[in-house]
């Protein structure tokens, strides 16, 4: 991959991470909630699923998905569930003291990693992205694994940056959600944006 490849590349890298999607809306709910040091098993987590995204690309499980009806299908649907259920359960969680707060901080780290990678796991919209994004800027009379692993860091790095970003960000606002009020609020507008989140994904066409 040549120089001027890799910065084409690295741009696009960069406006996929910033777009809000899944991801962002769970590393902002982490971000308030918990602040950006304790919301990097969530980023963290968001990288293993995204991760594996271009590794199913890498090995052609990607072109599989985007040409299979019954598999695109079959993914969507689990995808667009599971961030509706993640809303749901945002939208009913009971605000927190701030010794609770401390207390899930330990317990729930592995939790929420795990949380976090299955939302990037789980969305078939990336997969045909990277499928569509990858020939782009793959050489194809040089060699292809050394290309793919190169986008593929690229990716990671820049969407723990911006993730840290957005994570950042939303810590700053936290004051304002100490409040069980205020925290009711926060976690009922985080709900309504994954549920969104779900009902666009499930409305995603490959057309």
């Given amino acids: 991959m040549s120089f001027e490849f890799f910065l084409a590349f690295l741009l696009a890298s960069v406006?996929?991470?910033?777009?809000?999607?899944a991801g962002a809306v769970n590393t902002m709910s982490n971000g308030l909630r918990y602040g950006v040091r304790k919301s990097m098993p969530a980023i963290l987590g968001l990288q293993l699923g995204y991760g594996a995204q271009v590794i199913i690309v890498g090995v052609g499980?990607?072109?599989?998905?985007?040409?299979?009806e019954i598999a695109f299908g079959l993914?969507?649907?689990?995808?667009?569930?599971?961030?509706?259920?993640?809303?749901?359960?945002?939208?009913r969680q009971e605000p927190l003291s701030l010794e609770a707060q401390q207390q899930q901080d330990v317990e729930s780290g592995r939790r929420r990693?795990?949380?976090?990678?299955?939302?990037?796991?789980?969305?078939?919209?990336?997969?045909?992205?990277?499928?569509?994004?990858?020939?782009?800027?793959?050489?194809?009379?040089?060699?292809?694994?050394?290309?793919?692993?190169?986008?593929?860091g690229?990716?990671?790095?820049?969407?723990?940056?911006v993730m840290v970003g957005y994570a950042s960000l939303a810590s700053k606002l936290s004051v304002w959600f100490k409040d069980p009020k205020h925290q009711k609020s926060q976690n009922r507008v985080f709900g309504?944006?994954?549920?969104?989140?779900?009902?666009?994904l499930a409305s995603y066409s490959r057309g």
């Avoid at 499980?61 to 299979?68: D, K």
């Avoid at 509706?84 to 939208?91: P, T």
């Avoid at 299955?118 to 290309?147: E, G, R």
């Avoid at 690229?154 to 940056?161: E, G, P």
């Fill in 113 to 152: 990693f795990w949380q976090a990678a299955f939302v990037n796991l789980i969305n078939p919209k990336a997969t045909v992205f990277l499928v569509a994004l990858f020939p782009q800027f793959i050489v194809a009379d040089a060699p292809q694994l050394p290309q793919f692993l190169i986008m593929g």
């Fill in 15 to 21: 406006l996929i991470s910033v777009s809000p999607g």
């Fill in 61 to 68: 499980l990607g072109a599989l998905l985007a040409s299979s």
């Fill in 75 to 91: 993914v969507k649907w689990l995808g667009a569930a599971y961030l509706v259920w993640l809303g749901y359960q945002k939208w």
């Fill in 154 to 161: 690229t990716l990671i790095i820049v969407d723990i940056l």
């Fill in 192 to 200: 309504g944006m994954f549920m969104a989140a779900g009902t666009a």
